[in-house]
């Protein structure tokens, strides 16, 4: 079936950078964006920005910019992001999902819990 | 910047009751407008897109509608498993989401 696997929670101090994994399967990996979107608790969604696993194009949410990097390996259907300069209000799940080109998230992963802490 | 006002943002209803939420953009979005429902610690899932279309698999008491600015979500018969959280989520430019609606049994 289709799905998105996401790798496990991490602890960070703060200024420090987290990668967060997104594994696709049961579908053409290259053919859908993945979009990052995270979820502070008790609040709401909060779309981080895009890539493109074809072409490895991005496209950032303006909060984000400079400070993320979205990528992707193709060989192993995976893509990733890494946020860095990390603060404590970065404190969040982040998911991947899947997008066509109207931004449609119809596959999302598990979620992974980041926490910055001193 | 597009800006999305979603409300209310929590309702509480009683089952079987009809549950609309409102979205209202700042500028003209077309259709590219999509609903999602999250339910406590998990991920969200598509219910609408388009504005109006019904994603596969999903109850047909869910229904939205609108275009341009004004977008409107429908529970047609509430039931005890729709409590959740409804957001929704724009895709003219680059996308952004709504700021959801908690919804709760009477």
């Known amino acids: 079936q289709v799905q998105l696997v996401q790798s496990g929670a991490e602890v960070k101090k703060p200024g420090a950078s987290v990668k967060v994994s997104c594994k696709a399967s049961?579908?053409?990996?290259?053919?859908?964006?993945i979009n990052w979107v995270r979820q502070a608790t008790g609040q709401g969604l909060e779309w981080m920005g895009w890539m493109n696993p074809n072409s490895g194009n991005t496209g950032y949410a303006q909060k984000f910019q400079g400070r993320v990097t979205m990528t992707r390996n193709t060989s192993i259907s995976t893509a990733y992001m890494e946020l860095s300069s990390l603060r404590s209000e970065d404190t969040a799940v982040y998911y991947c999902?899947?997008?066509?080109?109207?931004?449609?998230?119809?596959?999302w992963g598990q979620g992974t819990t980041v926490t910055v802490s001193s | 910047d597009i800006q999305m006002t979603q409300s209310p943002s929590s309702l509480s209803a009683s089952v079987g009751d009809r549950v609309t939420i409102t979205c209202q953009a700042s500028q003209d979005i077309s259709n590219y407008l999509n609903w999602y429902q999250q339910k406590p610690g998990k991920a969200p899932k598509l219910l609408i897109y388009d504005a109006s279309n019904l994603e596969t698999g999903v109850p047909s008491r869910f229904s939205g509608s609108g275009s341009g600015t004004d977008f409107t979500f429908t529970i047609s018969s509430l039931q005890p498993e729709d409590i959740a959280t409804y957001y929704c989520?724009?895709?003219?430019?680059?996308?952004?989401f709504g700021g959801g609606t908690k919804v709760e049994i009477k």
């Open positions: 999902a899947r997008g066509d080109e109207y931004s449609r998230l119809d596959v």
């Open positions: 989520q724009q895709y003219d430019n680059l996308p952004l």
């Open positions: 049961g579908y053409t990996f290259t053919s859908y964006d």
